[in-house]
């Protein structure tokens, strides 16, 4: 049923300044910035931004996963952008780790690394 991870959006408070933090997190501009949603294409797979809050609330009740080369310097760099950890590296089996983030706009954003 599921082929791939295609779009991950995240609800945001403050539209620019989340933008500007994962064009800084990701070292990629947005390809779709306009003031109801930005988007920005990750190797093909989207992250969006979205401004309408309505009805959304600060949780941990889902965590999409993003792979990343080298997962300590994944955390550090989005800690140094103020992201808080969450769930700090973990190895869960062989070569694989994850680690879960917090940005500074509520949003749990999962790195995972390995085979």
Do not use: C
């Amino acid at each position: 049923m599921f082929n791939k991870l295609r779009t991950v959006i995240y609800h945001v408070s403050n539209l620019q300044q989340a933008k500007e933090w994962y064009t800084a997190a990701t070292g990629i501009q947005p390809y779709f910035d306009e003031p109801f949603y930005v988007g920005f294409d990750i190797n093909g797979f989207e992250l969006g931004l979205d401004p309408d809050m309505a009805g959304v609330e600060q949780g941990n009740h889902h965590v999409a996963y993003w792979h990343v080369d080298d997962l300590q310097a994944a955390v550090e760099k989005l800690v140094s952008l103020k992201a808080t950890i969450i769930s700090p590296i973990n190895n869960v089996g062989g070569t694989i780790g994850v680690a879960i983030v917090q940005d500074p706009f509520g949003n749990n954003i999962g790195l995972i690394t390995g085979a």
